[in-house]
C-alpha cells in the first residue's frame, strides 16, 4: 500500500490528452511538499520527468506537464505518441514517515 | 556529463552477504546526496534511504531500517548498499539516484540498475 495513490492504468489513443493523479494526505502533498513525476520505460531506469511541481529538466518535451494542488498532484500528457508508453510515478516527501515516498505508479498504454 | 554507474547482478544464496556499490561522475560527488530505491518483480518503486557522502549523512526508510546499511568512500566517489543476511524477498534491481537534499528533492540523475537474484 503506497503513501500516495496513483490510478494503476490510463489509456488513450495517439495525439490524444490523458492525465496521471497522485493522491496523497497533510503528512505529504499536503503539507507542501514538492511533488516530481518519473517515466520508466520497459526495462530502463526511471528517469525524471517533472520536478518541483511543474518544471521540465532540460530536454523534456513540452507535451509533459505538472500540477499540484491541496493533497493531490496530476501529470497531463498531451499529443500522446507510441513512445509515450511507460510507467509513471510521483514521488514526494513525508513528513511522518521522515522520508521520499513514491507512487505505486500508473501504466500508460497508447492504444 | 552526470553519471552513476553501479555494480553488475547478482546472485547469491540466502543467508550470504552482499554489498553493492555505486560510482559518481561528472560532478562533484560530496555535494549530492545519492538515494538507493527498491523495485521488486513486477512491482513499483520503494524509497530505501538516502546518504550524503559529504558528511555520511544518513537516513533510512522505516521499512528498511535494520535491513540494509548504506555507506559511501567520497574518496573513490562511490555508494554503497550492503546486506549481512539476504532473503528471497530480496530480490529486486536496485537503483541509485543523485538528490540535491534529503527533503522533498527530486533524483535527478539515476544509475542503470543492480539486479539481486537471491535463490537457493
Known amino acids: 500500500q503506497s503513501v500516495l495513490t496513483q490510478p494503476p492504468s490510463v489509456s488513450g489513443a495517439p495525439g490524444q490528452r490523458v492525465t496521471i493523479s497522485c493522491t496523497g494526505s497533510?503528512?505529504?502533498?499536503?503539507?507542501?511538499?514538492?511533488v516530481h513525476w518519473y517515466q520508466q520505460l520497459p526495462g530502463t531506469a526511471p528517469k525524471l520527468l517533472i520536478y518541483g511541481n511543474s518544471n521540465r529538466p532540460s530536454g523534456v518535451p513540452d507535451r509533459f506537464s505538472g500540477s499540484k494542488s491541496g493533497t493531490s498532484a496530476s501529470l497531463a500528457i498531451t499529443g500522446l505518441q507510441a513512445e509515450d508508453e511507460a510507467d509513471y510515478y510521483c514521488q514526494s516527501y513525508d513528513i511522518s514517515l521522515s522520508g521520499l515516498v513514491f507512487g505505486g505508479g500508473t501504466k500508460l498504454t497508447v492504444l | 556529463e552526470v553519471q552513476l554507474v553501479q555494480s553488475g547482478a547478482e546472485v547469491k544464496k540466502p543467508g550470504e552477504s552482499l554489498k553493492i556499490s555505486c560510482k559518481g561522475s561528472g560532478y562533484s560527488f560530496t555535494s549530492y546526496w545519492i538515494a538507493w530505491v527498491r523495485q521488486m518483480p513486477g512491482k513499483g518503486l520503494e524509497w530505501m534511504g538516502i546518504?550524503?557522502?559529504?558528511?555520511?549523512?544518513?537516513r533510512y526508510s522505516p521499512s528498511f531500517q535494520g535491513q540494509v546499511t548504506i555507506s559511501a568512500d567520497k574518496s573513490i566517489s562511490t555508494a554503497y548498499l550492503q546486506w549481512s543476511g539476504l532473503k528471497a524477498s530480496d530480490t529486486a534491481m536496485y537503483y541509485c539516484?543523485?538528490?540535491?537534499?534529503?527533503?522533498?528533492?527530486?533524483?535527478?540523475?539515476w544509475g542503470q540498475g543492480t539486479r539481486v537474484t537471491v535463490s537457493s
Open positions: 546518504i550524503y557522502p559529504g558528511d555520511s549523512d544518513t
Open positions: 497533510s503528512s505529504n502533498i499536503g503539507a507542501g511538499y514538492d
Open positions: 539516484a543523485r538528490h540535491t537534499g534529503a527533503v522533498s528533492t527530486q533524483g535527478d540523475h
